[in-house]
């Protein structure tokens, strides 16, 4: 269609190279590629075997909340947030073509989605493919393993499938306030001018009374690669 061809078009644009003399380091530098994977890449990572996972879980546990399956509701309401198309993964499946399934197409979604959600099926191989896109950082050197900010074109339907569990599991720790009310991070309706505003009355309040404030800001470097995997599965494991 006509709409579609302009979508490419404009595309194909942006994608054009404005410099025919620049070539990409990271295709006809293999130690500067090596370097740059290394930046997103740990050395090491456990395998399952030696992770302690519970060695058997109970056939007659009562099945908690959390593990219910998932909802035609829940799955439209996720859908419905992704209004605006993104760069799909290696399925080439956009959330326009998701969103405009008929309701049994999206039953169908559903059912694979609790499928895999209670192991009964493994998840589709191509949910788990993801195409990674080094984008140069703007007025940095290309020669620099540290000027490159990876991007991860998801599966839309893996994408789909996390923000279901994430919505989940964020409306359980609201619910029985897991989360301290001081973390404005990474929640709704909270963000830094909420902590601002807490911090400025904190200070003035002592100002009041003729005390002191004191205040750490800690900012930690590629804090999210830095996480031990091991010790992260174990303690959700707990």
């Known amino acids: 269609t006509k709409n579609f061809d302009n979508m490419h078009g404009k595309s194909l644009k942006k994608l ?32 399952l075997t030696e992770i302690n996972f519970p060695k058997s879980i109970p056939e007659n546990r009562p099945t908690h909340v959390l ?10 309401e996720v859908i419905s947030s992704k209004k605006k198309d993104t760069a799909p993964g290696f399925d080439n499946i ?34 788990k493919h993801t195409y990674l896109k080094f984008i140069l950082k703007p007025n940095t050197d290309k020669n620099n393993e540290e000027s490159y900010r990876p991007i991860s074109l998801i599966s839309c ?16 720790v609201e619910k029985n ?18 902590y601002l505003l807490h911090l400025i009355t904190e200070i003035n309040t002592a100002m009041t009374y003729n005390e ?7 900012d930690l470097t590629k804090v999210y690669d830095k996480v031990d995997i091991t010790s992260l599965l174990r303690k959700m494991l707990k």
Not at 27 to 43: E, G, R
Not at 212 to 218: E, M, N
Request: proline letters at 6%; aromatic letters at 12%.
């Open 157 to 172: 339907l893996m994408k789909i499938f996390n923000s279901l569990i994430k919505k989940r599991l964020e409306w359980f």
């Open 67 to 76: 593990e219910n399956n998932f909802t035609i509701t829940e799955l439209e």
């Open 16 to 47: 054009k190279n404005k410099n025919p003399d620049y070539s990409d380091p990271l295709i006809y530098n293999t130690d500067l590629c090596d370097k740059v994977m290394k930046q997103i890449v740990p050395d090491y990572v456990a395998t």
């Open 94 to 127: 956009t959330y326009s073509m998701i969103n405009n399934l008929p309701h049994n197409g999206k039953l169908i979604i559903l059912n694979i989605i609790n499928e895999v959600w209670n192991n009964r099926i493994p998840m589709p191989k191509e949910w």
């Open 212 to 218: 002191y404030s004191l205040a750490v800001s800690l």
């Open 177 to 194: 306030n897991i989360i301290p009310n001081t973390q404005y991070g990474f929640r709704k309706k909270k963000g830094c001018g909420d």
